[in-house]
Nanobody, 121 residues
Framework: QVQLVESGGGLVQAGGSLRLSCAAS????????MGWYRQAPGKQRELVAA???????DYEDSMKGRFTISRDNAKNTVYLQMNSLKPEDSAVYYC???????????????WGQGTQVTVSS
């Protein structure tokens, strides 16, 4: 089994910053990619940012320039630095990891439990 443990959410004023962390542990042979999604009340879950093992990144357009995703491959940990936060960034942020648990086993997606980010105006 694989577990994803997130941390770093909270309440911040508009214009402030937060840093989210997500550590993967358990039966891990290789981490293919990790990323962050978010879901606001009444809205669908959406991609925030993702990063591959090789370091290639992808961002949702509205986050470009404000959010930075990074990872520590040795620790199987992904980070999301969020700057210039806006009230519309308020949501539950979920960590996602695509992981191969053993050789010849197909990769599958795992999710964290979510961490609340609230940005006050």
């Amino acid at each position: 089994q694989v577990q994803l443990v997130e941390s770093g959410g909270g309440l911040v004023q508009a214009g402030g910053s937060l840093r989210l962390s997500c550590a993967a542990s358990g039966s891990i042979f290789r981490v293919v990619a990790m990323g962050w999604y978010r879901q606001a009340p009444g809205k669908q879950r959406e991609l925030v940012a993702a990063i591959t093992a090789g370091g290639s990144t992808d961002y949702e357009d509205s986050m470009k320039g404000r959010f930075t995703i990074s990872r520590d491959n040795a620790k199987n940990t992904v980070y999301l630095q969020m700057n210039s936060l806006k009230p519309e960034d308020s949501a539950v942020y979920y960590c996602n990891a695509r992981i191969i648990s053993a050789p010849l086993i197909p990769a599958r997606d795992y999710w964290g439990q979510g961490t609340q980010v609230t940005v006050s105006s």
